[in-house]
């Protein structure tokens, strides 16, 4: 298990990396299977907002792994919190969107903001969000959701 998270640590770095030296050029246009994983991420972006845990449960992995800001838990528990509504947000705003293929693996890097409605509030949380996907029978499942809050300001608003 230490290896595990040891080696989606150094992969993470590697996207940060590749993403840093990469924003300030032009993109090339994604590959087929690049656009395959980004079409998929604002699929789960909307699935988890809606709370479709029957969507969500295909594309999780069974072994995934979800790395939150309130701690790190496996698949089960992901889709019992987004089931409860204990995740809060209504939609995701995605910024930039970064994908790295290597074998069969994709690793996303997403620049977002999560808008919640909490008491009547909107309330705008800015993450960076790490997704690794593995390719396995010609499918995509998600192995890991990984949350890293970024330095922006938290914005409020309203009875929105």
């Known amino acids: 298990m230490k290896k595990a998270i040891f080696t989606l640590l150094i992969l993470i ?4 990396i590749s993403h840093a030296q990469t924003a300030n ?3 090339a246009t994604p590959t087929k299977s690049e656009q395959e994983v980004l079409d998929l991420s604002k699929k789960k972006w909307l699935w988890m907002a809606d709370k479709n845990v029957d969507s969500l449960g295909l ?12 701690g790190s838990w496996g698949t089960e528990r992901e889709l019992n919190v987004i ?4 995740i809060h947000y ?9 994908v ?3 074998g069969n693996t994709a690793i996303l890097l997403n620049d ?9 509030n909107e309330v705008i949380n800015p993450f960076m969000v790490t997704e690794v ?13 990984t949350f890293s809050k970024l330095s922006r300001p938290v914005k409020l608003s309203g009875n929105k």
């Open 59 to 70: 594309l999780f992995d069974a072994k995934a792994m979800f790395v939150h800001m309130g």
């Open 100 to 102: 790295k293929l290597i």
């Open 13 to 16: 770095a590697g996207v940060q």
């Open 112 to 120: 977002i903001d999560l808008v919640a409605a909490l008491g009547g």
């Open 25 to 27: 050029s032009n993109q």
């Open 83 to 86: 089931k409860s509504g204990g």
């Open 133 to 145: 996907y593995i390719k396995e029978n010609g499918k995509w499942k998600m192995g890991s959701l």
């Open 90 to 98: 209504k939609k995701a705003e995605v910024y930039s969107a970064s």
